[in-house]
């Protein structure tokens, strides 16, 4: 927070700047949390997008499902982050709610899914592709993709054993 002085005003008048900011939720390790879960999503919705919408016929529905789980997740987290961000009672309400207990637990689920998934199509479709044509970057970007989203999952569902902790007065 920085503080004010007005020339026109009293020398003990102090006002804040950015006083509506929340920032001190950033600070805290559920805020670490959100903020990681926003770079390694926005990292793997970009190399989805980069590297596999070439092959999206020969990944067939796991690469849309877990394009859908990314894109989900990072759209209700960035919400969340947010929502926190401007307000400090937001951060009160939902946290002492069900909500982030459940969000936490389908998106970890959806995550480690979604990416089991990937993983079996990349070495049962695109392998073979792979090993016709040389130098190409798309099998280790994926294999980042689907790595970074096995991290998610487990990091979305240490958010959401900390979200149930929180909700149960233990923390």
């Keep these: 927070m920085y503080r004010i002085r007005s020339p026109y005003v009293g020398l003990t008048s102090q006002s804040c700047l950015c006083s509506c900011f929340n920032m001190q939720y950033f600070t805290t390790s559920y805020g670490i949390l959100k903020i990681i879960q926003i770079i390694l999503g ?45 307000s400090k009672n937001t951060e009160v309400l939902v ?54 989203g096995f991290i998610l999952g487990v990091i979305y569902a240490i958010d959401a054993y900390w979200a149930f902790k929180y909700y149960k007065g233990f923390s």
């Design 42 to 86: 926005s990292i793997c919705q970009s190399i989805l997008m980069f590297y596999g919408t070439k092959y999206i016929p020969t990944f067939g529905t796991s690469y849309e499902s877990f394009l859908t789980t990314v894109a989900g997740c990072l759209m209700t987290t960035s919400v969340i982050s947010v929502s926190y961000l401007l």
């Design 95 to 148: 946290r002492s709610s069900l909500f982030e207990i459940i969000f936490g637990t389908f998106a970890s689920i959806c995550y480690l899914s979604s990416s089991s998934l990937l993983t079996i199509a990349v070495y049962t479709l695109l392998y073979p592709i792979i090993m016709t044509i040389p130098f190409t970057s798309i099998f280790s970007a994926v294999i980042l993709a689907y790595t970074l």
